[in-house]
C-alpha cells in the first residue's frame, strides 16, 4: 500500500470542515432513531453524545453497552469520519446498546490542532481536568451507566501502521486479535516490537499503567477506572490516506461490538 508518508514533526495530512461532518453526524443519527444530546457548545461547536437503544426481540440477548469516543485530537480527522460512516451505515447487533460521541473537539479541528483554543491537550486532562469541554464530557459520563466496553478512537502520525492499546484489567476474553485480524484487511499493521516506548507485539499495546500512579490521565484511564472494565484505544496511521484511516477505524469498532454476534 502507497504510504505518502507526509508527516514530519507532526500531522500534515488532509483536514475536514469538522462543521460540516458534524451536521451529517446529526442528520444520519436522525434518521436512524438516534438520540442526541449536546453537553457543551461553544462557538456553535457541539460536543454530541448520540445514543442507540437494543432493540427489543424476544429471546433477546442481554444487551452490552458500549461506549465509542472520536476527535479529541483535532489534527485526527480520521476518528470522526469513522463516527460518520458507522452512523451512515447504522449496522449494530440488535442488542446492542452504543453510546457514541463523535467529536470531543471541534474547536481543535478548525485549527487543525491536537490541543484545543487554550492550547491545552484534552487527552491528557481527565484527572483535576481544568479545561470547559472535559469537566462537561466527565459531568455527561457521571449520568451515564457503566460501559461492557469502551473503544476511543485516534491517529499517529509517526507510527508504521494501525495499532492499539488493551486495558483487561480482569483478564476477560480480550478483542484485541480479532480487531486486529478485521483491520489488517484494509489497513497495514504495524508490527514495531515497541510502540509509544511500550512492548508491542503484531499492532497490540498491553499498557500495565496503575492509573493512581498517572498525574495526567488521558480519556481511557478516566474510563478504565470509573465506567468500564474494558477497552481499546485505536490507533490509525496518519501516514496512509484517509480514506485508509477511515476504514481501518470503522472495521475494528465492528470487529468489537460484533464480537459474539
Ligand atoms: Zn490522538
Not at 29 to 47: P, Y
Not at 54 to 77: C, F, M, V, W
Not at 106 to 125: C, K, Y
Not at 218 to 230: D, F, N, T, V
Request: aromatic share 8%.
Amino acid at each position: 500500500m502507497l504510504r505518502p508518508g507526509k508527516n514530519h514533526g507532526g500531522y500534515h495530512g488532509e483536514t475536514i470542515d469538522i462543521r460540516a461532518v458534524l451536521r451529517e453526524v446529526e442528520t444520519a443519527a436522525q434518521r436512524h432513531g438516534w438520540t442526541s444530546e449536546v453537553f457543551h457548545e461553544r462557538s456553535e461547536l457541539k460536543l454530541l453524545a448520540l445514543h442507540r437503544l437494543p432493540l427489543s426481540t424476544l429471546n433477546s440477548k442481554p444487551s452490552t453497552r458500549t461506549y465509542i469516543s472520536a476527535g479529541i485530537h483535532g489534527d485526527e480527522p480520521a476518528g470522526p469520519l469513522a463516527a460518520l460512516r458507522l452512523l451512515q451505515e447504522n449496522h449494530w447487533p440488535d442488542a446492542a446498546e452504543i453510546f457514541l460521541l463523535p467529536c470531543l473537539n471541534p474547536i481543535g479541528f478548525t485549527l487543525n490542532s491536537r490541543a484545543n483554543a487554550e492550547n491545552t491537550d484534552l487527552n491528557r486532562d481527565y484527572r483535576n481536568s481544568k479545561t470547559k469541554e472535559i469537566l462537561a464530557h466527565i459531568a455527561w459520563l457521571e449520568r451515564q451507566p457503566k460501559f461492557d466496553l469502551y473503544l476511543c478512537l485516534h491517529e499517529d502520525w509517526e507510527s508504521h501502521g494501525f495499532y492499539l492499546y488493551e486495558q483487561n484489567p480482569d483478564q476477560q476474553p480480550s478483542l484485541a486479535e480479532k480487531i486486529i485480524a478485521a483491520v489488517e484487511k484494509v489497513c497495514p499493521i504495524d508490527l514495531s516490537e515497541s510502540i509509544e516506548g511500550r512492548p508491542a507485539q503484531n499492532g497490540i499495546v498491553r499498557p500495565n499503567i496503575s492509573p493512581q500512579e498517572r498525574p495526567d490521565w488521558p480519556e481511557a484511564l478516566y474510563l478504565i477506572s470509573h465506567k468500564s472494565r474494558q477497552g481499546y484505544t485505536l490507533e490509525a496511521p496518519s501516514d496512509f490516506p484517509l480514506a485508509t484511516r477511515v476504514n481501518a477505524l470503522v472495521a475494528a469498532v465492528n470487529a468489537a461490538v460484533w464480537m459474539d454476534g
